[in-house]
């Protein structure tokens, strides 16, 4: 597993307490006849008032964003399903850029542990900056669903799964930290002016992505039953997913 993915594992396990959006209020000044119809007609399809394309969004702009509103409103919308329990940590959202910071530390001291002839105390600090670069270069894509196809869960009788596509843009990075490391030899052999060229480079590397982006689809499920919320368990992915897209080939879309 490459430096990157187990970071970017890490960050979303941060954010993920359980598995959360709100139950659907009838609009204002709406009688309580139009009111009871729409129930009646939400109770036949999953959403809970919300389409798929809306709920992908929510956890796309939660995931890449920290967006903590946009959190609060994807935890009313399934705690329902959760026995009154968030998905999102929102105390951990509002901290995000503290808690990345202690994140990227670790990943920095178990990197660096890796390569002993490098000087932790030169080389930490330039890596804890590539690394924040990388995280708002990802951060600062910009996704959208587009479309969604649902169909039966064959394995879970009266179940829907709604297969979103969506697609992000993002800064189109000459490969990503483990690839330039690895381009330089066996850890262990690396030197103190090689790693601070790297990590040096990586940095400048975002920095200079400037209007250098790529398009990138993926696609997310979702699961519900008839007048349920859209539930997924791959919010985790969509980080991943993103700064795979900046710096390698794009991921399959499958």
Known sequence: ???????????????????????????????????KAKAKKAAKV???????????????QVMLKNDVETAKRLNDYVRPEFSGEDQFD?????????????????FADGLLAEMPKVSAKKAKPVLVSAMLAQSAAASGSECRALSSKTHPNEYIQGQQIAEVTYECRVPAIDGGLQQRLESKGAPKSIKT???????????????????????????MSLYGFPGKPWLTNGADQILQFVTDGMLETPPSAD
């Open 90 to 106: 929102i105390a951990t959202l509002e901290q995000s850029q503290q808690s990345f910071q202690t994140q990227y530390s670790q």
């Open 46 to 60: 999953p959403g809970a008032g919300l389409k798929p394309e809306q709920v992908a969004d929510m956890y796309i």
């Open 193 to 219: 002016k090689v790693a601070l060229e790297v990590f040096t480079g990586y940095q400048k590397a975002f920095a200079s992505a400037g209007g250098n982006t790529r398009t990138i689809n993926g696609t």
């Open 1 to 35: 597993m490459s430096p990157n993915r187990i970071l970017n594992t890490a960050l979303a396990a941060l954010l993920i307490c359980a598995v959360a959006p709100p139950s659907i209020a009838a609009p204002a000044g709406k009688s309580a006849k139009s009111a």
